[in-house]
């Protein structure tokens, strides 16, 4: 039972394109966060949300509580964000990760 | 840049042995984390740790595990009998502010990850 779902899996897009990635849950939460990790393993966190909407430099995410979704954008992709996006949600005492998106930018 | 260290990078053990896996949070930062990432799936919580106490621990964390800040840098987990189930990439992190908290800033900092690989 995958408590957090992403989609897609895997995404492959041009240089430039805007970049959608999506994550269900099926559990209340405390907050959700979005992290990346890169080819290598590490691992940045990128946003945590607990409502609304945060924007940092060509990254947006958004989330929508009552339908327990949330949606990370990147504007305008560049071959650096080529990475796996992970979305995970803290409720009480676990926190629960999806399996991630891999996305592949090409020049 | 201040930044999450974790020692070593890769350790090779023989199932049953004892592994000590060493982090250096960022030296302000009072909030301690243990997550784990099986080859090939997704990363997954074992523990949370402030104020020289376990806060939360997920289902993964069992008697075979244990945590401890021995001193004033170092953040460890322990593994008291591996198994080969244990080979993962073992990622500490840190927080300034518990991840909960209404101060959060949202910004949990990650180590490299120690790669274990039980035999």
């Known amino acids: 039972k995958n408590e957090v779902e992403q989609s897609p899996q895997n995404l492959t897009a041009q240089e430039g394109e805007f970049i959608t990635i999506n994550c269900s849950y099926s559990?209340?939460?405390?907050?959700l966060h979005w992290l990346q990790q890169h080819p290598g393993g590490g691992i940045v966190s990128l946003f945590m949300?607990?409502?609304g909407k945060k924007k940092h430099g060509r990254l947006i995410a958004t989330i929508n509580i009552q339908e327990k979704h949330s949606s990370l954008h990147i504007t305008a992709s560049h071959p650096r964000d080529s990475a796996v996006y992970i979305c995970?949600?803290?409720?009480?005492?676990?926190?629960?990760f999806g399996t991630g998106t891999s996305l592949t930018v090409i020049p | 840049e201040p930044e999450v260290t974790q020692t070593p990078s890769h350790q090779v053990t023989q199932m049953g042995q004892e592994v000590i896996l060493r982090c250096v949070p960022i030296?302000?930062?009072?909030?301690f984390y243990w997550y784990r990432q099986i080859l090939g799936q997704k990363v997954e919580f074992l523990v949370s740790f402030y104020n020289n106490e376990i806060s939360e621990k997920s289902e993964i964390f069992d008697d075979q595990f244990s945590v401890e800040r021995p001193d004033g840098s170092n953040f460890t987990l322990k593994i008291r009998s591996t198994k080969l189930e244990d080979s993962a990439m073992y990622f500490c992190?840190?927080?300034?502010?518990?991840?909960?908290?209404?101060?959060?800033?949202?910004?949990?900092?990650f180590g490299p990850g120690t790669r274990l690989t039980v035999l």
């Open positions: 992190a840190s927080t300034l502010s518990p991840v909960s908290g209404a101060d959060y800033r949202g910004e949990q900092f």
């Open positions: 030296s302000n930062h009072l909030y």
């Open positions: 949300l607990s409502s």
């Open positions: 559990v209340g939460i405390s907050a």
């Open positions: 995970a949600v803290r409720r009480r005492a676990q926190f629960y």
